[in-house]
């Protein structure tokens, strides 16, 4: 069974950094993708970015945040993480971790979710 879980959400002022994991157990193999989404209270959610092979980003995050992935030998574990620097209030959102198999900016594309973390900036 695919476990995603998520980690290192806090409270951070504006124009400091954070650095999120999302730890995924299961089968989830390299070729699959892993991506974040982010939801702001009263807003759908959206893609913030993912990584198979190549890595892709929302225009809103380009260049502030970075998406790496540390992949285990056995495939047993899996864990992608999301640097984010520069951070500005309108970051404030609970950040998911999501596993799919093609990269999509679509909610739909991917089929394993994590229970989510929260990330807020401080004017």
């Known amino acids: 069974q695919v476990q995603l879980v998520e980690s290192g959400g806090g409270l951070v002022q504006a124009g400091g950094s954070l650095r999120l994991s999302c730890a995924a157990s299961g089968p989830i193999s390299v070729r699959y993708t892993l991506g974040w989404f982010r939801q702001a209270p009263g807003k759908e959610r959206e893609f913030v970015g993912a990584?198979?092979?190549?890595?892709?980003?929302?225009?809103s995050v380009k260049g502030r945040f970075t998406i790496s992935r540390d992949n285990s030998r056995d495939n047993a574990k899996n864990t992608v993480y999301l640097q984010m620097n520069s951070l500005k209030p309108e970051d404030t959102a609970l950040y998911y971790c999501?596993?799919?198999?093609?990269?999509?900016?679509?909610?739909?594309?991917?089929?394993?979710w994590g229970q989510g973390t929260q990330v807020t900036v401080s004017s």
């Open positions: 990584i198979r092979e190549s890595t892709y980003y929302a225009d």
């Open positions: 999501a596993a799919g198999l093609m990269p999509t900016m679509a909610t739909a594309g991917y089929k394993y």
